[in-house]
């Protein structure tokens, strides 16, 4: 059984063009557990409010907890998908931008207060390769890939009911980019209307939302927020214009000197953009409670060497043995420059490093993350975890002196007195693998935005479109995107993985599962890992980034 591209068969989905109260919003939830997607349009850019009735039942004082938990990180860039806020519910809060354009997202709606109200259709650019093609309804997916992105792209598989196998070569998880021991989840954003802010802004709610929901009771995240420091005078004037734009006033605001040293616990130096719910977080945790899903098969040391399409069905080889899945998601991380289905894809690596200092009784009075040209995450079982390095051209993945006396000076510019307070952990110290610091490959694309969508032939493609070549508008909408059947990717996510890749496993479930995509049109093409071919045909470039 096979789905229209767009709007795949999910049901209609009821709306509110108001914020119910939520006596209402409880029932309609409770009354129809068979449906999965429902939406609420916010009037403006203020918070909505969710008062409790008089004699408010169990049932209702638990959904205006999840509520208000949720908007703590709401944004008005884009449609915010608050999944899970029942069991098996997913609600859309919708701007008033994303909500008068709602036929992007639903096929159908069934209008709760009001007159009924027609989806508009995505309108096609006339490039058919940043389209989606047709899919059977998924029986067992192959995850290709055990980072942050295979772990939530296999996770958002698996809460909407699907079989789903995951691969990894290494011995366990999170073993390189998302084997860092402290990052920081918060989104550096423009304060201009671009891709790439609407997408960071997005993600940085998903990803936020889903580490409150997996691990609540938790000593691998926290922290006071994150203070981004104004570290020179382009940051500072960001940080002005950002604070200007009053609607995410809950997610970020401006803080002088003084008020971001008594946020962090120790002297600043300069004022910084604050995120309050800004954390640090062990990203291995994360991605272990992501692979910890009943519907998960997770199979390390297994290093896929091979993929074919059988006209059914994905068949993998491993050396360890054959799998066979109905589809198949890269989530390969820098391992894409070699990997099945996406070696031919131009992209490129960058080699980073962070490196650990044994806490002091000082040092543990840092309460905040602070970030700049570098960060410093407050203390976790005794170390602080600071960095990182960016090394292009370079695919050595050792830890090296040279990368630690690079974290060390940037450290130093970045707190001088926390440089002075520091030292760098010992290798002897009883850390395990993480000994010194953390050395990985991270992969990007040439625009720095991710590659999350269905894969097209690399070479037939650059077969089919080759007059892209003489004029990059030449227009092709005749010609057929040639598919790889029920193949998706979620990679190159650069330094940013726990704010995008989320987000992204969200799209691709949807479009593998036929549910409503959270991604806006502007973000689908924007992300759609097609388009790094169509540039290199344009640009007659081939197998590498530039």
Not at 297 to 323: C, H, K, M, S
Not at 373 to 379: D, G, L, R
Not at 451 to 462: E, H, N, Y
Request: proline letters at 7%.
């Amino acid at each position: 059984m096979s789905r229209q591209p767009e709007h795949a068969g999910g049901q209609t989905v009821p709306l509110w063009r108001a914020p119910p109260d939520i006596r209402s919003l409880a029932a309609a939830l409770a009354h129809r557990p068979q449906q999965r997607d429902w939406a609420v349009c916010l009037p403006d850019t203020a918070l909505p409010q969710w008062p409790l009735p008089a004699a408010a039942t169990a049932g209702e004082v638990r959904l205006r907890q999840a509520l208000d938990e949720a908007c703590r990180t709401l944004q008005f860039a884009g449609a915010n998908l608050l999944a899970d806020i029942l069991p098996g519910r997913d609600l859309w809060l919708l701007p008033s931008a994303a909500a008068a354009a709602a036929g992007d997202y639903f096929a159908a709606i069934d209008v709760q207060d009001g007159e009924p109200w027609a989806c508009r259709q995505p309108e096609n650019d006339g490039k058919p390769w940043l389209g989606q093609p047709e899919s059977p309804f998924p029986e067992h997916v192959l995850v290709i890939g055990a980072g942050i992105a295979g772990a939530a792209t296999a996770y958002e598989l698996a809460r909407r009911g699907v079989k789903v196998s995951v691969f990894d070569a290494a011995p366990a998880a999170a073993h390189a980019a998302s084997g860092n021991r402290q990052g920081l989840l918060y989104a550096k954003i423009s304060a201009h209307d671009t891709a790439q802010t609407e997408l960071l802004l997005c993600g940085y709610g998903y990803s936020r939302r889903l580490l409150a929901q997996l691990l609540p009771e938790h000593d691998c995240w926290g922290g006071d927020g994150v203070l981004h420091l104004d570290y020179n005078d382009a940051e500072r004037r960001r940080h002005d214009a950002l604070a200007a734009q009053t609607q995410h006033r809950h997610l970020y605001r401006r803080v002088g000197a003084d008020e971001a040293a008594a946020i962090a616990g120790i002297s600043i130096g300069s004022g910084a953009l604050y995120w309050p719910q800004g954390v640090w977080l062990n990203p291995p945790a994360l991605v272990t409670a992501l692979l910890a899903h009943e519907n998960i098969t997770f199979l390390p040391e297994y290093r896929v060497q091979a993929a074919a399409f059988d006209g059914e069905n994905w068949q993998i080889d491993t050396g360890r043995g054959r799998f066979a899945g109905s589809h198949i998601v890269l989530c390969t991380g820098a391992g894409s420059l070699n990997a099945p289905l996406l070696r031919d894809f131009p992209l490129q690596t960058i080699r980073g490093q962070t490196s650990l200092a044994a806490a002091t009784a000082a040092s543990r009075r840092l309460r905040a993350a602070l970030s700049g040209e570098s960060y410093i995450s407050p203390a976790w079982r005794d170390a602080h975890c600071y960095g990182a390095s960016f090394v292009h051209h370079d695919e050595g993945s050792n830890w090296r002196e040279a990368d630690e006396n690079g974290n060390r000076a940037a450290l130093a510019k970045l707190n001088p007195e926390l440089f002075a307070d520091l030292s760098p952990l010992p290798a002897a110290a009883s850390l395990k693998a993480d000994r010194r610091g953390h050395a990985a490959l991270r992969c990007d694309s040439y625009d720095h935005l991710p590659l999350s969508g269905a894969l097209a032939d690399a070479a037939a493609m650059r077969r089919d479109y080759a007059k892209l070549a003489l004029d990059k508008n030449y227009r092709l909408a005749h010609i057929p995107c040639p598919w790889l059947p029920q193949a998706y990717a979620n990679t190159a996510h650069g330094s940013r993985g726990l704010v995008t890749a989320p987000l992204c496993a969200a799209d691709i479930a949807a479009q593998i599962c036929g549910h409503p995509r959270p991604l806006s049109p502007r973000l689908r093409r924007a992300l759609h890992p097609n388009r790094v071919i169509a540039r290199s045909i344009v640009h007659g470039r081939e197998n590498r980034a530039v």
